[in-house]
């Protein structure tokens, strides 16, 4: 399925926003789901939202929802995860992987990326 590298994490103050980006190579990225997850110190992978192959409909969990924003540019080979309104329980570190369907489940997904950092402060 190709690599997936994110990029874009860094430090923001609460209530800014941040958007991160996955690049994917070795394959279009429409032709795959590509779905968000964090995971915070000491907590499980957790699912944040998705985005469809090919029509590229979004999904996001309901915590993030209304807030975060997955949208993918072909022309790039990238999707993006816009956050906005961020809030210090946000930070962890963001991973975006590769499949045939967006799922709340990490194990069901083989293709990761190494993930990025996202620190929110209070």
């Known amino acids: 399925q190709g690599q997936l590298v994110e990029s874009g994490g860094g430090l923001v103050q609460a209530g800014g926003p941040l958007r991160l980006s996955c690049a994917a190579s070795?394959?279009?990225?429409?032709?795959?789901?590509i779905t968000w997850f964090r995971q915070a110190p000491g907590r499980e992978r957790e699912f944040v939202g998705g985005?469809?192959?090919?029509?590229?409909?979004?999904s996001y969990a309901d915590s993030v929802k209304g807030r975060f924003t997955i949208s993918r540019d072909n022309s790039k080979n990238t999707v993006y995860l816009q956050m906005n309104n961020l809030q210090p329980e946000a930070t962890a570190v963001y991973y975006c992987a590769s499949g045939g369907v967006v799922t709340s489940r990490p194990h069901n997904l083989a293709n990761w990326g190494r993930g990025t950092q996202v620190t929110v402060s209070a």
């Open positions: 985005i469809s192959r090919g029509t590229g409909s979004p």
């Open positions: 070795g394959r279009h990225v429409v032709a795959y789901a």
